[in-house]
């Protein structure tokens, strides 16, 4: 079976939480997330062959001529249902440890590369990528599911180390997560309280300041830049002049 992407439907997002359905497939695909982890959830409607595949690859940034594209990467199946990597992006590595839950039957675990398996093969290493040599590659997770069946996808991350990304996984269900996540969410919004205005004038409102609050992102203890602990603040993509309008708002309310 080859790895290919599924196009979503009947999206619903909210703070913390997004949803959606994956088209010709009857799977419904939820995500959630906590301060250095995430939760996938995926529901199954019929009776089938389960695969989930994990892109450790994408940088994120997918627009025409702007792609964010790994530059070295070390990839490895530690179990049936565990996986790590260490991939460096903009210059700096992304750790993440992955793991599968919930499952009947014991799942079995491979690297793929380019949208095709790899059998055989517990490591995957490139030490030079180019944008002319670059192929997708992750690991994929494949087992039989009854429908009606639910599997957890967790994840965590860190910027120093693979160890400290499993410390980072998460440990609670999704809807615990979920709900935790909403909560911290609703608790930064209701800073600031919104009277009068249209229903429009007032969604525009509370848009822009979720937007607000998501970079420059907190990574306490986690810099990649120094060796020791302490505050860290960090932004991928621009800085500029959001010391005269967003920071102001932001370390003024929080």
Same mark, same amino acid.
């Given at each position: 079976?080859?790895?290919?992407?599924?196009? $979503?439907? +009947?999206?619903?997002?909210?703070?913390?939480t997004y949803?959606c359905?994956l088209?010709?497939t009857?799977i419904?695909?939820?995500?959630?997330i906590?301060?250095?982890?995430?939760?996938?959830?995926?529901?199954?409607?019929?009776n089938?062959?389960?695969?989930i595949?994990l892109?450790?690859s994408? #940088? #994120?940034i997918?627009?025409?001529d702007?792609?964010t594209?790994p530059?070295r990467?070390?990839?490895?199946?530690d179990?049936? +249902?565990?996986?790590?990597s260490?991939? /460096?992006?903009?210059?700096v590595?992304?750790?993440?440890?992955? $793991?599968l839950?919930?499952?009947?039957?014991?799942?079995?675990?491979?690297?793929?590369?380019?949208? =095709?398996p790899?059998?055989? =093969?517990e490591?995957?290493?490139?030490?030079?990528?180019?944008p $002319?040599?670059?192929?997708?590659?992750? /690991?994929?997770?494949?087992?039989p599911v009854k429908?009606?069946?639910?599997?957890?996808?967790r994840?965590g991350?860190?910027?120093?180390?693979?160890r400290? @990304?499993?410390?980072?996984?998460p440990?609670?269900?999704?809807e /615990?997560?979920s709900k935790?996540?909403a909560?911290?969410? $609703?608790e930064?919004?209701? @800073?600031i309280?919104v009277?009068? #205005?249209?229903?429009?004038q007032?969604? /525009?409102?509370?848009?822009?300041?979720?937007?607000?609050?998501?970079?420059?992102c907190?990574?306490?203890?986690?810099?990649?830049?120094w060796p020791w602990?302490g505050p860290?603040y960090?932004d991928?993509?621009?800085?500029w002049d959001i010391?005269?309008?967003?920071?102001?708002?932001?370390?003024s309310?929080?």
């Amino acid at each position: 079976a080859s790895v290919q992407p599924r196009r $979503s439907i +009947n999206e619903r997002a909210g703070p913390g939480t997004y949803a959606c359905e994956l088209e010709d497939t009857g799977i419904t695909a939820e995500l959630t997330i906590t301060s250095r982890g995430a939760v996938h959830r995926y529901t199954f409607a019929q009776n089938c062959q389960a695969m989930i595949a994990l892109d450790l690859s994408h #940088g #994120g940034i997918a627009i025409e001529d702007g792609r964010t594209l790994p530059q070295r990467a070390h990839c490895r199946i530690d179990g049936a +249902n565990t996986a790590q990597s260490e991939v /460096v992006l903009e210059g700096v590595s992304l750790c993440t440890a992955a $793991s599968l839950r919930y499952y009947d039957e014991e799942p079995t675990a491979c690297l793929w590369e380019d949208g =095709q398996p790899i059998e055989d =093969q517990e490591d995957l290493t490139h030490q030079y990528i180019r944008p $002319s040599t670059f192929k997708p590659f992750g /690991v994929l997770f494949s087992m039989p599911v009854k429908a009606g069946h639910q599997l957890e996808l967790r994840l965590g991350f860190s910027w120093r180390t693979v160890r400290k @990304a499993r410390k980072h996984l998460p440990t609670r269900r999704f809807e /615990v997560t979920s709900k935790r996540a909403a909560d911290r969410w $609703s608790e930064r919004l209701d @800073a600031i309280e919104v009277d009068g #205005g249209t229903a429009a004038q007032r969604r /525009v409102f509370r848009t822009s300041q979720y937007r607000c609050l998501i970079k420059p992102c907190e990574a306490k203890d986690e810099s990649p830049f120094w060796p020791w602990d302490g505050p860290f603040y960090f932004d991928m993509s621009t800085m500029w002049d959001i010391y005269k309008t967003q920071l102001p708002l932001a370390l003024s309310l929080y």
